[in-house]
């Protein structure tokens, strides 16, 4: 059996935002490809940007 493969993208990070809206916390990764919605309420957290996303709202913490 093959194993998964992980962290192909040695430059992309984790960061945790809270959203706005409802205050749902929410980790997301640097390197995602379209929108992330928050699973609360449905509001956009980040938004695919040139090279990383963008953040609509202020990270907690990144790791
Ligand atoms: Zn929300």
Redesign the pocket.
């Known amino acids: 059996m093959k194993r998964m493969q992980f962290a192909k993208e040695p430059s992309g990070f984790f960061v945790r935002v809270k959203?706005e809206?409802?205050g749902?916390e929410q980790i997301i990764f640097s390197c995602a490809t379209r929108a992330l919605k928050?699973l609360?309420?449905d509001?956009v957290l980040a938004e695919p940007g040139p090279g990383k996303i963008s953040l609509r709202s202020r990270p907690t913490e990144t790791f």
Do not use: L
């Open positions: 959203c809206g409802c749902n928050c609360g309420c509001q």
